[in-house]
């Protein structure tokens, strides 16, 4: 059971848009900044977002983060082939004293 | 460029220890608090410990307090984990991963060594 809940799948055709949802609490979403990451099959975790809406270098433009209150969004604009993968959110929590995660989203492009 | 590269993982049986280290390169490595970070199999992703830049502060994951120890040796660019009175819940993939502070699991992460907690 993750702290963070996400939906455990999404999914769009190529071009679309789409949005994972990443739901939390007072003491983790709503007080502290939220980190994305992309995990490709059989890879390590990449960093997408960093700072709730912050693209590291490298990263598309097509990637967007946002948050409102205690949950926070992905969005991916202009859906590849290549985005196919599972998500992750991750935030501090104060009340646990530790990052938390999500559950992951597995992103499937039709 | 960053490179995390963990080794130590393999099979051990419940109540057994293991040792993780992480080998660190492409970056200052006494500038970055450390984190370790698993992924059972099939599951997301949980984390497990971090240190601070000079070793002065641990944070650890309830579950494995008292029986997980995270270390790092900046003479040497390493990061450890000793693992003790495995259970069979610990098995996971276990990634290294660098952390601009306490409160970031990761920027940059290894490609993961395996654990197996099995009688």
């Known amino acids: 059971q993750s702290v963070l809940t996400q939906p455990p799948s999404a999914s769009g055709t190529p071009g679309q848009r789409v949005t994972i949802s990443c739901s939390g609490s007072?003491?983790?979403?709503?007080?502290?900044?939220v980190i994305w990451y992309q995990q490709l099959p059989g890879t390590a975790p990449k960093l997408l977002i960093y700072g709730t809406n912050q693209r590291p270098s490298g990263v598309p433009d097509r990637f967007s983060g946002s948050r409102s209150g205690t949950s926070a969004s992905l969005a991916i604009s202009g859906l590849q082939s290549e985005d196919e993968a599972d998500y992750y959110c991750?935030?501090?929590?104060?009340?646990?004293?530790?990052?938390?995660f999500g559950g992951g989203t597995k992103l499937t492009v039709l | 460029e960053v490179r995390l590269v963990e080794s130590g993982g393999g099979l051990v049986q419940p109540g057994g220890s293991l040792r993780l280290s992480c080998a660190a390169s492409?970056?200052?490595?006494?500038?970055?608090?450390m984190n370790w970070v698993r992924q059972a199999p099939g599951k997301g992703l949980e984390w497990v410990a971090n240190i601070k830049q000079d070793g002065s502060e641990e944070y650890y994951l309830d579950s494995v307090k008292g029986r997980f120890t995270i270390s790092r040796d900046n003479t040497q660019d390493s990061l450890f984990l000793q693992m003790n009175s495995l259970r069979a819940e610990d098995t996971a993939v276990y990634y290294c991963?660098?952390?601009?502070?306490?409160?970031?699991?990761?920027?940059?992460w290894g490609q993961g060594t395996l654990v197996t907690v099995s009688s």
């Open positions: 991750a935030a501090w929590d104060d009340s646990l004293n530790g990052p938390v």
């Open positions: 492409g970056f200052t490595f006494t500038t970055y608090y």
């Open positions: 991963a660098r952390g601009e502070d306490y409160d970031d699991p990761g920027d940059y």
């Open positions: 007072s003491s983790n979403i709503g007080s502290n900044t």
